[in-house]
């Protein structure tokens, strides 16, 4: 694997996605970090060795540095998940953490059906837990300056 510094700036300007009022406390701080952390370093590990190593290294360091004491079970067992369109008619679109998987589906089901009444191209798709978090990590990217 080849990382460089532009890596690690990319975790800071996803960390600073964020606004101040949707990240209150310390464990949405860290959260918010470890989201970003797996975005651009985990999505790109091939091997489950390599994952499984990158998950270890983030429980011990939230231990470690942030002096959060989080379980493997805390932040890997239910995707983290931090988006841009929970709130569709929001402007400004505030960055934050979705917690509510089953409110995020419901979400894309109305975009999806917004899309479907305006264009002759009818999609039907089905908003399961794997396309939920690449929908977001897609929105994540495009919001990005120079997001591809």
């Known amino acids: 694997y080849t990382f ?4 690690i700036s990319k975790v800071f300007q996803g960390i600073l996605m964020i606004r101040p009022r949707k990240c209150a406390n310390a464990e949405t701080f860290i959260r918010l970090w470890v989201h970003e952390s797996m975005r651009i370093f985990y999505d790109r590990l091939i091997n489950s060795d390599d994952q499984q190593w990158f998950q270890k290294l983030m429980v011990e360091l939230c231990s470690r540095h942030m002096k959060m004491p989080f379980s493997h079970e805390d932040l ?6 931090f988006a841009d369109f929970i709130r569709p ?4 679109r505030f960055y934050e953490e979705v917690r509510d998987l089953p409110k995020l589906t419901s979400v894309l089901n109305d975009l999806l059906d ?3 009444m305006t264009f002759p191209t009818q999609m039907n798709l089905v908003f399961f837990e794997d396309a939920l978090t690449h929908t977001a990590r897609i929105s994540r990217i495009l919001r990005q300056p120079r997001g591809n």
């Open 4 to 7: 460089n510094l532009r890596d």
């Open 76 to 81: 890997f067992n239910k995707p983290i998940v």
């Open 89 to 92: 008619d929001a402007d400004p």
């Open 114 to 116: 917004n899309y479907n």
